[in-house]
């Protein structure tokens, strides 16, 4: 009889001791839930493709680089290092935007939502501006900018002045300024890349349901040939000095 309550107690301690543990990983799960991706695959296979695009594109510039170097060091007379360096500082310039690029690409124009209903004429009725109030003019077109660049366009002009990595829109008073000039509407955007695929881009981003808010409406048209003109504005030269010869004080 002893035996048989040892039995019992031990079969009871088996399934306490199971339950227990059942327990404590419920508990845990609740305390820590498992946060699951909310991302579809179509997502995280648009994501996959960037990040494989830019890991190439580093890959590229590597080899860029390496072949560059391998120029320099095999250069064997100062002509040819001097040949070299005027190609490199004309692809520099080219990057820099302080030369005029030409190519394929498109031109938005940014008008009045209105006043382009107007033109078009609707028995000569001008259409009622969408929305009020909302008139953040630079932060559009800084935005429009940013979407271009980021999507393959390899130059930008707003109004003939050339966007370049530390081109400024700001507004200054009534007025927007692209670096120290003034720029009046409606405005023009030139952008240098594959026509299809920035006007797919602008799709994808909302481009023109972004500008309808503001009151404003996108005009796109494909150019075969498109000039983007060169950065006009000086910099100052601020930390870069010239390397003194030995012996110069």
Not at 34 to 61: C, M, T, Y
Not at 151 to 164: E, K, L
Not at 167 to 185: N, W
């Amino acid at each position: 009889m002893l035996q048989k309550n040892r039995k019992i107690t031990f079969i009871l301690a088996i399934i306490s001791a199971i339950i227990g543990v059942m327990l404590t990983i419920q508990l845990r799960s609740s305390f820590h839930p498992v946060h699951k991706e909310s991302r579809s695959i179509a997502e995280l296979r648009a994501s996959l493709q960037k990040e494989l695009e830019k890991h190439k594109n580093l890959l590229a510039d590597i080899s860029k680089y390496n072949q560059l170097y391998y120029q320099y060091e095999t250069s064997l007379n100062e002509d040819e290092s001097l040949s070299v360096m005027k190609e490199e500082l004309a692809r520099n310039r080219k990057l820099a935007g302080m030369v005029s690029v030409e190519g394929k690409g498109i031109v938005l124009q940014v008008v009045e939502a209105a006043l382009h209903h107007a033109e078009l004429g609707h028995d000569g009725e001008v259409t009622e501006p969408l929305v009020g109030g909302y008139t953040s003019d630079e932060e559009d077109l800084r935005w429009l900018v940013n979407v271009l660049f980021a999507n393959g366009a390899q130059a930008v002009s707003i109004n003939g002045h050339r966007m370049v990595a530390t081109t400024p829109i700001r507004y200054v008073g009534d007025s927007i300024q692209i670096d120290t000039k003034t720029i009046q509407p409606p405005y023009e955007l030139k952008a240098l890349g594959e026509p299809e695929v920035l006007l797919s881009a602008l799709k994808l981003e909302g481009v023109e349901e972004n500008f309808r808010m503001a009151n404003k409406e996108i005009i796109a048209e494909k150019r075969e040939k498109l000039i983007v003109p060169a950065h006009r504005e000086q910099r100052p030269i601020q930390y870069m000095k010239p390397v003194k010869e030995k012996g110069e004080s």
